[in-house]
Structures are given as C-alpha cells and as structure tokens.
C-alpha cells in the first residue's frame, strides 16, 4: 500500500472559531485536533518578554489599548483576548505544550534579540520554524539564534527571496522550453547576489495571489502559487507553504498542485480534508515540511 505524502498542516494562531487567537486555549484545541505544527507572531514588551501576538498594538483582540512595545509585562497580567483568554509569553507555549512544533513570524524589532534567547532557554531550537517578512530581522534573528544554540532552525524566506522565487517561477515559463536547468543556474546567480543580504531557507510561505500597487490606487492580482511556482520551487529543494486557506475545494486544489503545506483558521476542516486523502494525523514534523 502506498503513502500519501506528509503534508505540513499549519493551525494559524492556534484554532479557535470564537476568535480566541494565539491564546494557550487556542493552541491546545490545534494540538487536540492532531496538529503538529502551530503558526504564531512574536511582539516583545518594554521589558523584553516575547508574546505570541499578532499585532503591535492590543486594541484589536483584547479589552485594553496601547502598543505592546511600550508596555511591561507586568502591566498586563488583566488584558484578556476576546474578553476571557490572558495573553501568553512564547517561553509559556513551549513549555505548556512540548510536543507542538511553531512556525514564528518575527513582528518587531525588539523580538530580533529576545526571541533568540527564548528559543536558546527553552531548548526549543529543533521545533521552531523562524520567518519574518522583514529580510533584515529574519536574518539577525536567524544568526543569534545560531549563536546561541549551535544550530539553525528551519526558516521560510522573507519578502525578498519569495519574490525572487516568484519572478524566477514566470522566467521558467520560457526558459524551461529550451532547459530546466536555465532557471537552476539563474537561481544560482541569484542567490549569490543577495546572499550577504538574504539569508538561506528552505521553505517559502505566501498567499496564492498578491496584489500589485498601481498609480491612481488601482491594484494588480499577481498569480504566485501555481503549477510553474510549485514545480521550480520543489526542483531548487524548496518547501511551498501556502496561507491563509480556509475552505475545503481550495485545500484539495493547492494539494493537487502539490503544495508542501497548508497555513489555515479551519484546522477542523484542513484536518478533515487531509483525512480523506490518507494524510491525517501528521506522521512526524518532517524536516522537509
């Protein structure tokens, strides 16, 4: 009997259909759903404690306002998520949940240097995945925690090298008629031009359109997840991980394309997709996802 290939399943700030996100409940109810991997957002407080939090500021999910950078960690023990849930520090999560793998969005600068720490404390490096739109902090972020602890985790690219990936994927369209190899050896290029700039990864994480700014307001979809993207992707050993999908025709789409992983807020439908596919529960947090 053949098996499906493992797909990374990834519970975007946890799963909580009441809005509770990047809340411990919210964490726990993707790990009882079977979810290995747990997509989280760090902003650190003015006194250097890392929060799994999306946003810089506490006005749009919490009962309070402010900026979290301007804010100490013990000015916060009150502030709850949706009106019940209290925030978590990201040192709290992994030790409250040890069998759950994160992939990390570094959100601010104050993050760059504490998250390192935290990761390096909590022995935490070996089930983390670390990104950060921002080319600049996921590469600092990526070198101390090396520094720390030996050892570099898995990362996905920042905005540059997704970009580099997309525009290398709409050059294969015409080059890959002459060879396929063209695109490898530009890619190459590529890389060596930025490479004290872009840090290496081994996954891209994006949307399956972006929109395009345009002069006079007017925006542009710009098609990046598809069969070409996916297949230069996977033929430079490249991971792609699509977000944020939510609905069951366009799980079983992208999985047809080939895509590595699914970023969603429907854990419970994903799960169950993958479960008619013979691909649930995740098997292991394979190195390749």
């Not at 929060?51 to 009962?63: G, S, Y």
């Not at 972020?141 to 050892?151: D, F, H, P, V």
């Not at 898995?154 to 709409?170: C, E, R």
């Not at 008629?177 to 490479?195: D, Q």
């Amino acid at each position: 009997m053949s098996i499906e290939p493992q797909v990374a399943a990834l519970a975007h700030r946890g799963f909580s259909l009441d809005g509770h996100e990047n809340t411990l409940r919210a964490f726990r109810a993707a790990a009882d759903l079977g979810f290995v991997w747990v997509e989280t957002d760090v902003n650190t407080t003015s006194d250097g404690v890392v929060l799994a939090f999306h946003d810089p500021t506490l006005d749009r999910v919490t009962n309070t306002s402010g900026d979290i950078s301007d804010v100490p960690w013990s000015d916060l023990d009150d502030v709850r998520i949706g009106g019940t849930e209290p925030l978590s520090t990201l040192g709290e999560l992994l030790r409250a949940l040890p069998e759950q793998h994160f992939n990390i969005d570094v959100k601010d600068e104050s993050s760059v240097e504490a998250l390192p720490q935290v990761i390096a404390d909590e022995g935490a490096v070996d089930r983390v995945r670390v990104t950060s739109f921002s080319e600049n902090r996921r590469r600092r972020a990526l070198a101390s925690i090396e520094r720390l602890t030996g050892k570099r985790p898995l990362t996905s690219a920042g905005t540059v090298g997704a970009a580099g990936l997309t525009i290398l994927s709409k050059i294969a369209r015409v080059t890959d008629r002459t060879s396929p190899k063209i695109a490898t050896v530009i890619w190459s290029a590529m890389t060596k031009l930025w490479a004290s700039k872009v840090a290496e990864f081994d996954t891209v994480q994006l949307p399956v359109t972006y929109d395009l700014s345009l002069p006079g307001g007017f925006k542009l979809p710009v098609s990046v997840v598809n069969q070409k993207f996916v297949e230069v992707a996977h033929r430079l050993g490249i991971a792609v991980h699509v977000w944020t999908i939510n609905d069951a025709p366009e799980m079983r789409r992208l999985l047809d394309l080939g895509v590595d992983g699914l970023v969603t807020d429907r854990g419970d439908i994903l799960a169950q997709v993958l479960a008619d596919r013979g691909q649930w529960p995740p098997r292991s947090a394979s190195s390749r996802v």
